[in-house]
């Protein structure tokens, strides 16, 4: 082809998620198929492509880009002009001398289709290898040291390529070509078992055998996985789960669970068109799904909810290990209750030994600690739940371009932080509750590095407005130039804008479990007009005293104490929310909301649904927060239902919301024998109905026609579902979350979105 003069040269340039997924083999294949000349190449987060060769050639090559890019590959833009012919014969990868700019790295990828092929296929070099990857699928944020991502910047540097596997690697037509992660049973990783002192060890296959094994009789083993260790516990065996519960210090937290095919998890669950979709994605999420009547599952896995969590196997290891074991397993985060997940091999061995009979591990070293990530299909929305591994670190656009680097230290609770350079935002995979000095110091390590790889430097910290969170001191404690604070609702509702790239006033409700209001208050039930700038509370929830603040939480029995005082105390209503709460106490706690000590005003959407719980008797005290609410949504299930009084009155200038005619009409329905299922479905409509009242006169009032609903009670799907729909009936445009999710995991990028502006319009 070198002989013919090229007809024709242009000049491609990619945006998008086009580093370190094979993109450039990917591109140098397609050149070959179709005869083209030139050269591609890495340019500071782009790829830059030079062809040369018929104008039909080049047109076919524009159309296959996009049409036969590499799974994980997101192409945003390409920009295509027209260049000198210089003749160039053959076509290259180009090494780039990579500029000091932002480089995308990529996520965690699920094992691909072909490469389970071939771990499963006896006639495969790689059968039954544990590390088999290409440039589709495997390993990359959880081994990368630095960028630009090649091996030799990769916990993969310790492996020397075999001969047969680097003639892979500079195959072009190999699908490993340039697949920096590529290894073998002569070159790759080792997988081996060993007991909890180190004893009995055993490699590769047996090791997989032993710990299947192990499972069947019933045995917790630590595996190390991809981002971090595992437990993995036999998922039909009762009793080994509740011996993992008690062990761990988690009473009635739902426990995931991983199968490896689609199959197994129709076995195990119903799984809707989306919900397959969601769980086969590369990212490989758990997929909360509703389990199949007779499934044989354990019933500790979720005591009292309707939704189990699935994922489909990961990585090659997980393929292994549930083909032995032939069974669902749990498989959850190593750690002890709320502290960060374990990664070393011997931090590994150390902080679990407490928890598991043996261990499963590798000596491929993981560099970032990456939880799973959750998903919950609702309608044609996916709420993620939990946003990490296979989602982090790809980087979202802010509408605002920030003026100077920052960092938005995030929330106290379900932490994520983000950092911003220009208008992308690096919101850093899920940290957990920054409580305690572990989950500091995991959150102190997870900023170092992120701030290494992505190359940037903050001069402005971004906090919580709450003067005594941890988060607040962490942000103190970088000793940046500047601080700047934002409320924690208006940083949910300039989430769910930002991402959309809205910039103009919307609507927001912000409904959640706790956020500090600039009134010194407890906020979750928040009515905004807001924007980027600012915003404006303009209606909220009836404050209720919440006795023993944080401790309501777990105790809602205490949330009914409050309201039964705004209904003037001696309610027979609320009589179901003290079952098996001791007099003595419950009237100690009635003192003390009379006398207002320990009692701060709350306005918690939150503490609401708890409220609701106890006085249905579905729930006073809760093993985690949220128990009851996910409680009531699942009794409540999709059954249709008409709104209880849940009165909208106007208060010193503000909407308000009065739950206290809602809660008596629970209590006393309950009380003359309705099914409570059916009063948890009224419940749901009557918060439905009220926010909708308010949101249609908040924007008929103010001109506005766009509505963004932000905060962890947009977790539960029917209120999310209805009240979008009731919204959008109203010929309102609604805006949910969908890069971040609504909960608090989002804050920190809501936070980076108004310093943004603010910092902007300085
Ligand atoms: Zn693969
Ligand atoms: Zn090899
Ligand atoms: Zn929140």
């Given amino acids: ?56 050639q080049l047109d076919a090559f524009e159309r296959s880009l996009r049409g036969e890019a590499p799974p994980v590959a997101r192409i945003d833009t390409v920009e295509t002009t027209k260049a000198e012919a210089n003749g160039a014969s053959g076509f290259a990868i180009i090494e780039s001398e990579d500029a000091d700019t932002l480089r995308p790295v990529p996520p965690d990828i699920g094992t691909c289709a072909q490469c389970e092929r071939e771990l499963l296929d006896h006639a495969d070099r790689r059968y039954r290898h544990p590390f088999i990857t290409c440039t589709d699928c495997g390993p990359r944020y959880t081994i990368i040291d630095r960028l630009p991502y090649d091996r030799e910047r990769t916990s993969m540097k310790t492996f020397a390529t075999c001969p047969r596997c680097a003639k892979e690697y500079g195959d072009p037509n190999d699908r490993r070509f340039h697949a920096e992660t590529v290894a073998c049973p002569d070159c790759g990783p080792r997988v081996w078992f060993e007991g909890v002192n180190g004893e009995g060890r055993a490699e590769g296959d047996p090791a997989i055998l032993l710990a299947a094994t192990a499972l ?43 199968v490896r095919t689609l199959d197994a998890a129709r076995a195990v669950a119903h799984v809707s068109e989306h919900e397959a979709a969601a769980l086969q994605s590369s990212a490989r999420p758990i997929v909360l799904l509703t389990p199949r009547a007779g499934a044989h599952l354990a019933a500790a896995l979720a005591p009292g909810l309707d939704r189990v969590g699935v994922m489909l196997a990961y990585t090659p290891l997980h393929h292994l290990l549930l083909k032995a074991a032939d069974r669902p397993l749990v498989m959850t985060s190593g750690n002890l209750s709320e502290e960060p997940i374990a990664i070393g091999l011997d931090e590994g061995r150390t902080r679990l030994r407490p928890l598991v009979d043996a261990f499963l591990l590798h000596d491929r070293e993981i560099l970032s ?30 509408p605002v371009a920030s003026v100077q680097p920052l960092v938005a230290v995030g929330p106290h609770l379900k932490n994520t932080f983000t950092l911003v350079r220009g208008n992308r935002a690096f919101v850093s995979p899920h940290i957990g509750d920054l409580e ?16 290494d790889l992505f190359r940037v430097e903050p001069t402005v910290a971004v906090r919580d407005l709450h003067p005594g969170y941890l988060s607040t001191r962490l942000a103190e404690e970088l000793g940046l130039a500047r601080i700047i604070a934002v409320q924690h609702h208006h940083a949910h509702i300039a989430a769910v804008a930002a ?116 006085v249905l008797g579905v729930r006073r005290h809760a093993s985690f927060e949220g128990q009851a609410a996910m409680e009531l949504e699942a009794l409540a299930g999709d059954q249709h239902a008409t709104p209880l009084p849940f009165p909208v009155s106007e208060v010193d200038g503000r909407l308000q919301l009065d739950p206290v005619p809602l809660l008596t009409a629970l209590g006393e329905g309950r009380r003359h024998g309705v099914d409570v299922s059916t009063l948890a479905a009224r419940f749901h409509e009557s918060v439905v109905e009220a926010s909708v009242d308010v949101a249609r006169l908040v924007a008929g009032s103010y001109g506005l026609d766009t509505v963004a609903l932000g905060g962890g009670s947009f977790q539960n799907a029917r209120l999310l579902t209805r009240i979008a729909r009731r919204l959008a009936e109203g010929r309102l445009h609604v805006l949910v979350a969908q890069s971040l999710g609504p909960n608090d995991g989002a804050i920190s990028y809501g936070q980076a979105a108004v310093a943004a502006w603010q910092l902007s319009r300085e």
């Fill in 436 to 451: 305690g000095l572990e989950a500091l110091e995991h959150w102190r390590q997870a900023y170092d590095r992120y701030r």
């Fill in 369 to 398: 600690r990456c939880d799973d990530s959750v998903v919950r299909v609702a309608g044609a929305h996916d709420i993620l739940l939990r946003r990490a591994r296979g989602y982090a670190p790809v980087p979202l656009p802010l």
């Fill in 1 to 56: 082809m070198a002989s013919a003069p090229p007809a024709a040269a242009r000049h491609l340039k990619v945006t998008g998620v086009v580093q370190g997924v094979g993109f450039r083999p990917f591109v140098h294949r397609l050149a070959g198929r179709l005869n083209l000349t030139g050269w591609v190449r890495n340019v500071a987060g782009t790829v830059e492509i030079h062809l040369e060769g018929s104008p039909p």
């Fill in 499 to 614: 991402e959309h790239g809205v910039t103009t006033p919307v609507v927001g409700l912000a409904f959640d479990g706790t956020g500090y209001g600039d009134d010194g208050n407890v906020w979750g039930s928040e009515f905004l007009v807001c924007d980027l700038a600012g915003y404006r509370r303009v209606g909220q929830m009836r404050y209720v005293p919440l006795p023993g603040g944080d401790l309501a939480a777990r105790e809602p029995w205490r949330v009914a104490v409050g309201y039964e005082s705004l209904a003037g105390w001696h309610s027979e209503a609320f009589s179901l929310a003290y079952y098996g709460v001791p007099l003595s106490l419950r009237s100690g706690v009635q003192t003390q909301v009379a006398r207002g000590v320990n009692a701060p005003l709350a306005s918690s959407m939150g503490r609401l649904f708890d409220a609701a719980a106890a």
């Fill in 216 to 258: 069947h009789m019933g045995a917790v083993v630590g595996v190390r996985g991809l981002g971090g260790f595992h437990l993995a516990v036999d998922a039909t065996n009762d009793a080994a789960i509740r011996q993992l519960r008690k062990r761990k210090n988690r009473d009635a937290k739902p426990f995931a669970m991983m």
